[in-house]
């Protein structure tokens, strides 16, 4: 059985904090939707946890109440998190999660030991840590606060669609196995199987997603604190891009298309002032353009310029489409546009200045 459990969690682990990508900070109110759905059916330490508590319930009324105290726990610290800026660490809330997946192994292999509404009163309990877990990886999108309250409703109401269809999922294949087994006597022992590898699964994942994610180097490597999106391939070091030392004034503008002239000189002095430089590629996709020219001139965060300079001037290391976020003691390179982690990296700024414009 442990053998069994271990490869479980060998092929598990790689979708742990089933994070949500930073392509997602342009989504749509509707996209939104989706991506709640793929971040719950993503989720293998939460999806574990809920067909452990349906499996305990072994009653659909009684099992409804249980899964919606864990839907009002979520629910409700990732809006008010959210709303109000709390973050956590969100390994920490992986590993209590899967610490939820033994604590409802263990109830199962002891016999329930005690009261259904105490059980469903710690359930809500891991619900409400869950949340803040969720709060804090949306945050790090970068989602503009021009719409953030709905696209903030959206991902909630796709994470509900996709716990729902999960459980629809576990019923099904719970009907089609007690359909095989003829036995009261085998049906329990069967039961009492699943149980022990639940906690086996969480027993061993647990120190493991604790090891790897406090001994895992994040991609800020600088002083700067920055919450970074979920899989985002920047790196935040000192600064080590110059810009002239003088003759340069404010600009006339904040964005500057790829066939503009870089004013180079002007971006130096606005560095100088607290302002956040954007170098990007001359040659970088449409696309691309379009989004950033609408990251920058837009009012989240204020105090951002951008302009393109030729391929050929770009650093050794980039690759073309380098795209350099510069202030004054800090720059974030990234190998690709990534509004989300240009905005969370402005941001961070910003706050550590106190800027207000």
Request: overall charge negative; charged content about 15%; glycine content about 12%.
């Amino acid at each position: 059985m442990l053998v069994a459990s271990a490869g479980v969690v060998a092929t598990a682990l790689p979708a742990s904090a089933h994070g949500i990508g930073g392509d997602a900070a342009t989504s749509s109110v509707g996209g939104f939707v989706g991506i709640g759905i793929e971040h719950m059916l993503l989720g293998w330490d939460h999806l574990l946890f809920v067909a452990g508590v349906v499996l305990l319930a072994a009653d659909p009324r009684r099992g409804a109440k249980t899964i919606t105290a864990f839907v009002l726990g979520h629910s409700l610290t990732l809006i008010v998190a959210t709303l109000a800026g709390w973050k956590v660490s969100p390994t920490l809330v992986d590993v209590v999660i899967v610490l939820s997946v033994a604590f409802v192994g263990a109830y199962g292999i002891l016999g329930k030991p005690f009261g259904w509404d105490l059980f469903t009163a710690i359930v809500f309990g891991f619900g409400l840590v869950h949340g803040l877990g969720l709060s804090t990886r949306f945050q790090a999108l970068g989602v503009p606060e021009d719409g953030m309250v709905w696209r903030l409703i959206a991902f909630n109401v796709g994470i509900e669609i996709g716990q729902l269809t999960a459980i629809v999922a576990i019923l099904a294949v719970a009907g089609v196995v007690s359909s095989m087994i003829f036995s009261g006597k085998h049906d329990s022992a069967l039961s009492t199987a699943a149980f022990v590898v639940l906690f086996n699964v969480a027993a061993i994942a647990a120190p493991v997603l604790a090891y790897q994610g406090f001994t895992e180097v994040g991609p800020s490597d600088g002083n700067l604190d920055v919450a970074l999106p979920e899989g985002s391939q920047c790196t935040i070091a000192e600064r080590t891009e110059t810009f002239p030392a003088a003759g340069g004034g404010h600009t006339d503008k904040a964005f500057y298309e790829p066939d503009e002239e870089l004013p180079i000189a002007s971006f130096g002095h606005s560095l100088a002032d607290g302002y956040v430089i954007v170098l990007y590629a001359d040659n970088i996709p449409e696309g691309d353009v379009s989004a950033l020219r609408e990251f920058v001139t837009s009012d989240d965060p204020r105090g951002v310029l951008a302009g393109a300079r030729a391929t050929e001037d770009q650093s050794e290391s980039g690759s073309g489409t380098e795209v350099v976020a510069v202030t004054a003691n800090h720059q974030m390179t990234c190998q690709e546009i990534d509004v989300g982690a240009l905005r969370q990296f402005s941001r961070a700024w910003m706050d550590s200045i106190g800027a207000t414009a």
